[in-house]
Nanobody, 124 residues
Framework: QVQLVESGGGLVQAGGSLRLSCAASGRTFSTYTMGWFRQAPGEEREFVAA????????YYADSVKGQFTISRDNAKNTVYLQMNSLKPEDTAIYYCALKGGVAVSTTRGSYAYWGQGTQVTVSS
């Protein structure tokens, strides 16, 4: 089994920044992809960003390109999501997810492991 633990969420004013972290532990994979999704109240969970572990390929939802940056620290088995210029519409619960292999996927069902989520609230 894989355990994913997110941290770094909170309340921030519009225009501010937050950095989310997701620490992975448990079962190891030779190759895998980690992603961030978010879910606003009353909305479907949507893809935000993903990164492959072996070659740092990254992929972003159009809505966050140029605003969010995904990165990883191999030594810490941790993936980060740097979120800048935050807007009220970025308010959501942010989830970290992991899938085996290096095919980047934006589909929720492709990810087998999920964290518990961390709340991000952006005030106007």
């Amino acid at each position: 089994q894989v355990q994913l633990v997110e941290s770094g969420g909170g309340l921030v004013q519009a225009g501010g920044s937050l950095r989310l972290s997701c620490a992975a532990s448990g079962r190891t994979f030779s190759t895998y992809t980690m992603g961030w999704f978010r879910q606003a109240p009353g909305e479907e969970r949507e893809f935000v960003a993903a990164i492959t572990w072996n070659n740092d390929n990254t992929y972003y939802a159009d809505s966050v390109k140029g605003q969010f940056t995904i990165s990883r620290d191999n030594a810490k088995n941790t993936v980060y999501l740097q979120m800048n210029s935050l807007k009220p519409e970025d308010t959501a619960i942010y989830y970290c997810a992991l899938k085996g292999g290096v095919a980047v996927s934006t589909t929720r069902g492709s990810y087998a492991y999920w964290g518990q989520g961390t709340q991000v609230t952006v005030s106007s």
